[in-house]
């Protein structure tokens, strides 16, 4: 567990896609909703004209073959329906035939088609079985007309008559496609609208967006002010707001490396000091050992033990002089980290323990050299362990153990100190070295930590951070053969 939150899915569509997708929803919607109301009151309107002319056509033809139906004349009846063509042509009637009261024909205007005195064909008669004088059917563009003959309260015929609306339905047809093709246009014409309105407002997001992109790979630039300054008052404020981030973020930056620097310089300074302290012991054991020789030298006991003495005073001074040089003087080419690298560090930080009175736990389990560059290595490890050392109480204890597991180079470093900061263990574990954590108990040891790790490729965990004390654990990829030819 590194104590970080899920990351949620991104959204797959950009808000310049969105705007226009909801647009066209909007638009078909709305579309669909005026088109069918536009339909239907043309529908309505249609069929309420038809009926009212269909009404004057049969309310013209009652009139004028009554009493004809009644003495069943067949010529003047036929030529009532003759003169009524003509007068309703725009009703486009297709036949019209009267019958009497059972329904036997008696004119018709097709006259092979229902012949007179003949009873009307029983699957034309339910065509007509409707109780309204005018039905229409759009299916076969037709509309059937209907009614009673009355005289005297008594039916004496009926007339059926069929008219062709088949220019009704084209008319409605192409109402359709006109507002059909409107809507189209308009809705293509309103994507596009809003695709290039919405793209042009967000070229400010996207300006910002890359500036931002650009603060990850090094130092944050501010947007120029000729570029600010062609933006709506609402982006200006924001890109100001921005370029003054930029500045607080590089200042700190700087100073962070500044002060790095400077303490790095102090790291220096006091393992300088120890050094200087671990020198002094042998050097005085060592002029001890010369006033020996030169007051007794004639003695051999007394030359061999002076001998001795000196030989290990200036061992001691070698040793520590040569880890001091390796974790300080920088390679031409990367070297193999060893466990003589590591067992140097010891030499080092035991001026710094020994002034707390602090044991140090060593353990190193790996005996061949590892594919990692020693000087980097040795220098974040070293600087943890100043830190665990400065961290750790009186007469505590600082760690370290190291070894090699499935591609990596695993070291902890444990101390018994307070524990480190919420905003340092996240500081820690995040991506990135960026500005230090600026605590006062941290210094800037772990910022130069973060450096050499991010060029490693290396992580840095904080495994525990309670009151008992702190445990980091630094993973070292190791090289690859293809890395080391390079």
Same mark, same amino acid.
């Given at each position: ?55 004057? =056509?049969? %309310?013209?033809?009652?009139? @004028? ?16 329906? &003759? ?14 035939? /009267? ?14 088609? +229902? ?12 065509? +007509?079985? $409707? ?19 009355? =005289? ?36 293509? +014409? ?6 290039? +309105? ?8 996207? /300006? ?23 933006? $709506? ?8 707001? =921005? ?48 006033? @020996? ?25 070698? %040793? ?20 003589? %690298?590591?067992? &140097? ?21 790996? /005996? &061949? ?44 470093? $444990? &101390? ?7 905003? /340092? ?28 790790? %991010? ?32």
């Amino acid at each position: 567990m590194n104590g970080k939150a899920p990351e949620l899915a991104r959204p797959s569509w950009s808000f310049a896609i969105k705007v226009p997708v909801v647009v066209v929803l909007l638009m078909v919607a709305i579309s669909t909703v005026v088109t069918v109301r536009a339909l239907s009151r043309l529908e309505a309107s249609q069929q309420k004209n038809l009926e009212v002319l269909s009404s004057a =056509y049969l %309310d013209g033809l009652s009139a @004028s073959i009554g009493p004809a139906v009644e003495r069943e004349d067949v010529w003047e009846v036929f030529d009532a329906l &003759d003169r009524s063509r003509e007068r309703y042509k725009g009703l486009n009637v297709q036949w019209v035939t /009267v019958t009497n009261a059972d329904n036997q024909t008696i004119a018709s205007s097709m006259p092979t088609t +229902f012949p007179p005195l003949e009873p009307m064909a029983t699957d034309t008669l339910a065509l +007509f079985s $409707s109780e309204k004088d005018v039905e229409l059917n759009d299916d076969k563009a037709e509309a059937r007309m209907t009614r009673p003959l009355l =005289y005297q309260d008594q039916v004496i015929g009926h007339i059926y008559a069929l008219a062709d609306i088949s220019g009704l339905v084209a008319e409605r047809t192409a109402v359709f496609r006109e507002l059909v093709l409107a809507n189209v246009l308009l809705t293509l +014409f309103l994507v596009v609208f809003g695709a290039l +309105f919405v793209r042009r407002m967000l070229e400010p997001v996207g /300006v910002l967006s890359r500036y931002f992109a650009q603060g990850r790979e090094g130092s944050m630039t501010p947007i120029p002010s000729e570029l600010a300054n062609r933006q $709506s008052r609402e982006f200006h404020d924001l890109f100001d707001r =921005y370029n003054l981030m930029a500045t607080a973020v590089n200042e700190r930056e700087q100073l962070a490396a500044e002060l790095a620097e400077e303490e790095k310089l102090a790291s220096v300074g006091r393992l300088a000091s120890g050094m200087a302290h671990e020198i002094n012991n042998p050097l005085g054991g060592m002029f001890n050992a010369l006033d @020996s020789l030169r007051r007794y030298g004639a003695r051999e006991e007394v030359r061999a033990t002076s001998i001795r003495l000196l030989e290990h005073g200036l061992s001691g001074i070698r %040793d520590l002089v040569r880890s001091t040089l390796t974790s300080y003087r920088a390679d031409q080419r990367p070297r193999d980290l060893t466990p003589t %690298d590591l067992d &140097d560090l010891r030499l080092l930080v035991k001026p710094e323990a020994r002034q707390k009175r602090l044991r140090l736990s060593w353990q190193i389990e790996f /005996v &061949d050299p590892v594919h990692v560059p020693a000087v980097p290595v040795r220098d974040a490890i070293l600087n943890l362990l100043l830190n665990a050392c400065h961290a750790c109480r009186e007469e505590g204890q600082v760690g370290f153990m190291a070894r090699a597991e499935e591609g990596h180079l695993i070291a902890e470093v $444990s &101390d018994t100190g307070e524990g480190l900061p919420q905003n /340092v263990k996240e500081y820690l574990e995040r991506d990135g070295a960026g500005a230090a954590p600026m605590d006062r108990r941290s210094g800037l040891g772990l910022w130069i930590v973060k450096r050499h790790c %991010d060029e490693l490729g290396a992580s840095l965990r904080v495994v525990s951070a309670g009151l008992s004390g702190t445990t980091l654990r630094m993973l070292i990829p190791l090289r690859s053969d293809f890395e080391d030819a390079a």
